[in-house]
């Protein structure tokens, strides 16, 4: 992170040195890099649980993520990010046993429905300042959450949608097979996070953190400062429902804790465990969420205080996340070195 | 050219601003004076939309910006720089500017592209010379001098190339010699650019030193206008706005 770097004191972007082009194609080829590390890795490891764990990572990465150009980039501290992610599972859920369309028709439409969801809900919600902005956004998700809990006959209450999400062959992938499921939750974790950093990493992603930075001043230089908010909470909802889809094919349904609001304080949970200041923070505190939850829950029926504990010693103790912690430590570091030097 | 027509604003029984008509000739430097709450800072937030005005006119070169947002206000041409300086903490100098010209040339929303923009650099860099902080270029915002957030924010209304910048109080909060050093450099930035400059300030050595026109607001009216000597001379401005001073010396 340039930012980050240059609190450090050490040198920040060099434009004249920087070709955007190169950079970009390196991203997608470490991208790529790891999409075939990761679908060899069932040739290696041929244990179904690595498997089902690389998937969820694949969901709750894609969502943390997401969540993260909002709260990180944005400075919009959204509550109810997971009702987007709700929304993905039972969008496709329903869209697979109702209609019976193929398994891409139901993935855009039900990104469509996401798109128009979550650009009526942004509009009225990005006019809103920092703890309305937080609130008014929980009370949408509590809001879907209701309405998933009450329809019962479309969604099943709070049985959620049941009898299996039918998954028919597309293009010869056929996501009922596990080994097909996970190289194609593979392929979208990383499709979803190269354009994310590609997001991130574009002029609109800089008018973002000017946003965070300074609204007013943003404003005072020409930025439509509703309309940019409004655009990455439309795409970040795109991206938590590409998680929620994948999730609901991992678990062939969909269930009211999806779009619950701890869904969103997990998300929070995540990002603040792995750090907002790198992109790859969130990714890696879903990781770690989701070791401590598999190991945690586990050992102890405790583990909410467990995992509150946690959130202590990070909040508290490091005061940052994970990746923050270890990228000011290599800077503080290599500072060191170069002052010895 | 701009023009102000019966400008007013009120704020509950206050006047802020009340029935302004001004002209501000192209190229021109105008110092804004008036004592403490004389609507000068309310002024320039109705010509920048920060305000909505209650009446009146706002006329840039013929088209009327009364009322209209922000960001509306400065692609037409109005750019502004702050009394507490407003910039972007993370971002470094250069990133800061980068950022900004991507805005004034309408591509603050690209999402194909990666930052920085080939097409920027050369109008970033332009105003990181102009303003003494291309040195700084890697510096993070946060970690300036106050005098250089100033020259920052002042930069951050200068790259988008304004055709009339407004400067509320550029030496607000510096020492002696900052402050002289801050108003020559806004003196060569007038020179150098051509723009109209508006800008607010408190000290009248600074004022009567560079400003050709000034203002004198004073409980949102304008009291008078003029040159310095004027202005100077004028008993209403000796008795408004230096009263205290200027008979405590009388007394003494």
């Known amino acids: 992170m340039t930012e980050l770097q240059a609190e450090q004191g050490t040198p920040a972007l060099d434009v004249s040195r920087v070709e955007a082009k190169p950079r970009r194609n390196r991203d997608a080829l470490i991208a790529l890099a790891v999409f075939v590390v990761l679908a060899l890795l069932p040739m290696v490891f041929s244990s179904k649980l690595l498997l089902d764990f690389v998937i969820r990572c694949a969901a709750y990465g894609l969502f943390a993520t997401s969540l993260n150009l909002l709260v990180g980039y ?18 496709f859920g329903l869209m697979m046993q109702k209609t019976g369309v193929p398994i891409p028709v139901a993935f855009v439409a039900t ?8 650009l009526v809900i942004g509009a009225i919600c990005v006019r809103l300042k920092e703890i309305y902005f937080a609130f008014v956004t929980l009370a949408f998700q509590m809001l879907i959450h209701s309405t998933i809990l009450s329809w019962v006959s479309l969604t099943g209450g709070d049985q959620g949608l ?17 080994l097909h499921l996970y190289v194609m939750s593979c392929a979208l974790l990383v499709i979803g996070l190269l354009l994310m950093c590609q997001i991130a990493q574009s002029p609109f992603g800089y008018t973002l953190r000017m946003i965070r930075d300074n609204a007013t001043r943003a404003s005072f230089i020409g930025i439509d400062v509703w309309r940019a908010k409004l655009t990455i909470f439309v795409l970040a909802a795109l991206f938590a429902s590409t998680g929620g889809i994948i999730m609901a094919l991992f ?10 609001w701890t869904m969103s304080g997990e998300g929070i949970f995540i990002n603040m465990l792995g750090g907002v200041t790198t992109f790859l923070g969130p990714m890696v505190g879903t990781v770690l969420f989701l070791v401590l939850n598999d190991t945690v829950t586990r050992l102890t029926d405790y583990h909410g205080l467990v995992l509150g504990i946690v959130i202590l010693f990070f909040a508290i103790g490091l005061r940052k996340g994970l990746m923050d912690f270890v990228i000011e430590w290599y800077a503080q570091r290599r500072n060191g070195r170069g002052e010895r030097d | 050219m701009l023009q102000i027509r019966s400008l007013s604003k009120s704020f509950g029984g206050v006047k802020a601003t009340d029935n302004v008509t001004l002209d501000f000739v192209d190229g021109s430097l105008t110092a804004v004076i008036g004592p403490n709450g004389a609507g000068k800072s309310t002024f320039f937030n109705l010509i920048t939309g920060a305000l909505r005005p209650d009446a009146g006119q706002i006329l840039l070169n013929g088209v009327d910006l009364a009322g209209r947002t922000p960001p509306e206000i400065v692609r037409h041409g109005i750019g502004r720089a702050f009394q507490v300086a407003s910039i972007f903490p993370s971002l470094t100098v250069q990133e800061t500017m980068l950022a900004a010209v991507c805005t004034d040339q309408r591509k603050a929303g690209v999402l194909y592209r990666r930052f920085p923009l080939a097409e920027t650099r050369d109008r970033a ?17 946060a970690t300036l001098s106050h005098g250089d957030q100033k020259l920052l924010d002042i930069a951050l209304a200068l790259v988008l190339d304004p055709k009339v910048l407004l400067l509320d109080e550029p030496t607000a909060g510096m020492g002696t010699e900052e402050r002289w050093r801050m108003i020559d450099k ?19 050595d600074i004022v009567f030193k560079i400003a050709p026109d000034i203002v004198v607001l004073c409980y949102g009216r304008i009291l008078t206008t003029g ?15 230096l009263g205290a001073e200027h008979h405590a010396e009388a007394g003494a």
């Open chain 1, 111 to 118: 990104l469509a429905i996401t798109f128009g969801v979550a």
């Open chain 1, 162 to 178: 049941r009898g299996g999400i039918p998954r028919p062959s597309f293009w010869g992938i056929d996501l009922s097979n596990h």
């Open chain 2, 186 to 204: 806004v003196r060569e930035l007038w020179e150098k650019q051509k723009i109209t400059v508006v800008f607010i300030e408190h000290d009248m």
């Open chain 2, 125 to 141: 860099e332009h105003a990181m010379e102009l303003l003494g902080l291309a040195g700084k270029r890697n510096r993070v915002a």
């Open chain 1, 74 to 91: 944005t400075g919009l501290t959204s509550f109810g990010h997971g009702m987007f992610f709700g929304l993905g599972a039972y969008g």
């Open chain 1, 251 to 260: 678990v062939s349904g969909a269930y009211p804790e999806f779009a619950y």
């Open chain 2, 227 to 241: 040159a310095p000597d004027a202005i100077r001379r004028n008993e209403a401005v000796i008795e408004a706005y």
